[in-house]
């Protein structure tokens, strides 16, 4: 029996795909979570949701291909380079992670916790007014201890708090960009005692087919910084370990 061209066609794609994800594989866990050992002491039901703030540390941009090394082969050659001798290496650009990025994944976070059963979060705004009222010197206490003040000024079981370390909005189109979007963020929930009770981290700098495959085609284009930002927050919540659910 002959086999139809439209059949042969779509077995070429699908081993095509297999090639490709053989080849390429995936860019591994963008997602890490930690859970503290004493995390089965305590009951958590309320939680006070800290607005997330941003690293305020310049950040170096991501220039993406814009500038390659030398060749090895070429570093390890005796034929002199036709490159002048006083050239310098072009500067790295830095950039600050915007405070629209913190408000951001604040509400990102907050749209999916306030539905969340098992666990009642207190809205980032009430929160948010809470915490600068106390005045904490950031030079003398640390974002872990000024959380557990904020739970027990409000007497809840824990406090949520976050920040955004990386932020930075693709450079083209979502047929092509260089460079393309990247996003991190850490999150943390803190008992009302100080305890770290669980961390979790994203990162994610978009990656072209060619080095992840399954990540790609997930979305099949090349995404904003805030489109990455609703992916990070989904998936870090999958393993959030306090009450269930919660729709965007």
Known sequence: MIAS???VRRMG??????????????SGSKVT???????PRYQVKTMAFVPFTMIA?????????SFMSTPQSVRRSDISVGVPSNAEPPLRQTVIVPAA???KVTQLFWSRLRHRTGVVVSSPGDTGKVAASLGEDPLKTTPEMAAAAVAKKLKQDAALIGQVLVYQERVGSRLGASPPASVGFEVKVVAADGQVLWVGNYYERQRP???????????WAFVTADELAEYGVDEVLKEFPFGAGGEK
């Open 5 to 7: 061209k439209a059949h």
């Open 13 to 26: 794609l699908i081993c095509l795909a297999g090639v490709l994800l053989a080849g390429a594989g995936c």
């Open 33 to 39: 979570t930690k859970a503290s050992n004493e995390l």
């Open 57 to 65: 540390t310049p950040q170096v941009r991501d220039q993406g291909d």
């Open 101 to 103: 990025a913190a408000e």
């Open 209 to 219: 087919m060619t080095e992840d495959f399954m990540g790609f085609i997930h979305r």
